[in-house]
C-alpha cells in the first residue's frame, strides 16, 4: 500500500504504528529508534545525523491519531470497493442465469448491513432495474415455484432499500410501471405473511409519492387488491405489522378518490370493517372507524352500512367510549347517515342502541365545537321522529321543546 511520506518512519520506511518524537524534532517509529540509540550505539538523528545529547524519547499522540484515522478511512474505502465487486457480480449472476434464489439473498443480507453508500451504489448499478424485472416474472411464471420464491426475495430487497431511498423519483418511478404494480398485488394475494407485509409497505410509498390509484382501481385488479388488503386487516394473526399496514394505506387510497371507495364498498369493506369494530383496540378501532367514514361518503358505503345487521349497533356501542378522536368520527358518521334520508328503522336503531343518548350528552359540553354542530343539526332534522318513542328521554323531550 502506497503509505503518506509524513506517516513513514524515517528509518525502515514503514508505516508507524508506535510513533515517538526526539530531541531534534524528527518522529520516528519507537523500537527503531530505540535500537538506533541502544542496541547500536549511535549519538546522532538518523536522519539530520546532528549529535544528540539528550536520548529522551517522547510520544507523538497527534501524529499516531491521524494515522488510524488514515487508516480506518483506507480500511471502509477498500470495503466499500470490495462490496461495489460483490455488488456487480451478484447482479450480473441475477440477469444470466435462471437460478436467482440464493444471489438474491446474498444481495439481501449484503444491503441489510451495509450504509447508505453500499444501498446508493446499488441503485446507481441498475439493481432496482433489475429487481422489479425479477419480481414481474410472476405475472408470466405464476406457477412457477423458483419464480415465486424469487419475487419474494427480490421483494425483501426492495423493501429495505425503500426504507433509506423512498424519496429517490427514480425509485418512485421503477415502481409505477403497471407490470411493477400488479406483480406488487398479486404478491398481496398469494405471498408468504413477510411477502405480503413487503408489498404493502412497497405500496404505502407509492401513496406517500401521490401515486394516481383511480386507473388501477377500477380495473378487475382493483376488486381483489381491496379484498386482499381486508383480508389483512381481518387477520391480524397472519402478520400484526402487515395488518397496521394495510389499515393505514386503506386510508391513503380512500381519500383520494370516490372511484376508490365504491371500489372498496364492492370488494366488501363495510361489512368487514363492522364486524371487526367490536373488539377492536383503541388505535385499530380509530382507524377503522375513519375507513367508515370515507366510505360513508358515498351512497352506496351509507347503504352497506345501514343495511347491516350490527351497522348502527356497533357505531352506537364506540360513541364517548373510545377517544374524542373516535367520538368525533362518529359523530360525522351518523351526520352523513341522518342527513340522507335515513329509514325509519335507522332512526329506531339510533335510539334502541343508546345514539342518541349519547348525542344528546354531547349537547352538555361547553365548548362550541364542529362536532357539537353536527349534533344540534342530527336533533333538528329527526327531534321530532324520536320522540314518538316511548324510550325517548324525558330531559331530551324538555330541550326539543325549549329549542322549537
Known amino acids: 500500500m502506497d503509505y503518506p511520506v509524513d506517516f513513514r518512519c524515517p528509518i525502515s520506511m514503514e508505516l508507524m504504528q508506535d510513533p515517538v518524537t526526539i530531541s531534534t524534532g524528527v518522529t520516528y517509529e519507537r523500537k527503531n529508534i530505540e535500537k538506533w540509540f541502544f542496541s547500536y550505539k549511535k549519538k546522532t538523528c538518523p536522519t539530520t545525523m546532528q549529535s544528540i545529547n539528550n536520548f529522551e524519547i517522547t510520544p507523538n499522540h497527534t501524529l499516531k491519531r491521524l494515522i488510524l484515522s488514515w487508516q480506518n478511512e483506507e480500511a471502509a474505502r477498500s470495503r466499500d470497493s470490495l462490496k461495489h465487486d460483490e455488488l456487480v457480480s ?18 439481501r443480507t449484503n ?54 431511498l423512498s424519496d429517490d423519483e427514480k425509485i418512485i418511478q421503477f415502481l409505477s410501471k403497471p407490470e411493477s404494480i400488479k406483480s406488487f398485488a398479486m ?42 388488503l381486508l383480508e389483512l386487516v381481518s387477520d391480524d394473526q397472519i402478520c400484526s405489522k402487515a395488518s397496521a399496514s394495510a389499515l393505514e394505506l386503506l386510508t391513503d387510497i380512500l381519500g383520494t378518490s370516490k372511484t376508490s371507495r365504491l371500489k372498496a364498498v364492492e370488494a366488501g369493506a363495510v361489512c368487514i370493517l363492522i364486524e371487526l369494530l367490536p373488539d377492536s383496540s383503541r388505535s385499530k378501532c380509530e382507524k377503522m372507524l375513519l375507513l367508515l367514514k370515507l366510505l360513508c361518503e358515498c351512497a352506496e358505503g351509507r347503504q352497506a352500512l345501514v343495511e347491516h345487521g350490527l351497522g348502527v349497533a356497533a357505531i352506537s356501542k364506540k360513541l364517548l367510549h ?10 360525522k358518521i351518523l351526520w352523513l347517515i341522518c342527513s340522507c334520508h335515513p329509514s325509519e328503522r335507522v332512526l329506531e336503531e339510533m335510539l334502541i342502541y343508546g345514539s ?24 333538528k332534522l329527526h327531534g321530532n321522529s324520536w320522540r314518538q318513542y316511548p324510550c325517548f328521554p324525558c330531559e331530551l323531550k324538555d330541550y326539543l321543546g325549549s329549542t322549537n
Open 356 to 379: 342518541v343518548n349519547k348525542l344528546f350528552a354531547l349537547l352538555h359540553v361547553d365548548n362550541r365545537s364542529s362536532t357539537k354542530e353536527k349534533v344540534v343539526k342530527i336533533f
Open 90 to 107: 451478484l447482479l450480473a449472476a441475477m440477469e444470466s442465469t435462471p437460478f436467482k434464489v440464493s444471489s438474491l439473498r446474498k444481495l
Open 111 to 164: 444491503i441489510a448491513e451495509s450504509g447508505h453508500e453500499v444501498k446508493d451504489d446499488f441503485v446507481k448499478c441498475g439493481g432496482i432495474d433489475i429487481l422489479v424485472q425479477i419480481i414481474a416474472q410472476i405475472l408470466v411464471e405464476s406457477l412457477d415455484f423458483a419464480a415465486f420464491t424469487a419475487c419474494e426475495e427480490a421483494l425483501g430487497v426492495l423493501h429495505i432499500c425503500l426504507i433509506s
Open 187 to 228: 404478491m398481496l394475494q398469494r405471498g408468504s405473511a413477510e411477502a405480503r407485509f413487503h408489498s404493502v409497505a412497497i405500496f404505502r410509498e407509492l401513496a406517500r409519492a401521490d401515486y394516481n390509484w383511480k386507473k388501477f382501481v377500477t380495473q378487475d385488479q382493483g376488486f381483489e387488491f381491496f379484498r386482499s
Open 322 to 331: 373510545v377517544s374524542s378522536a373516535a367520538t368525533k368520527i362518529t359523530v
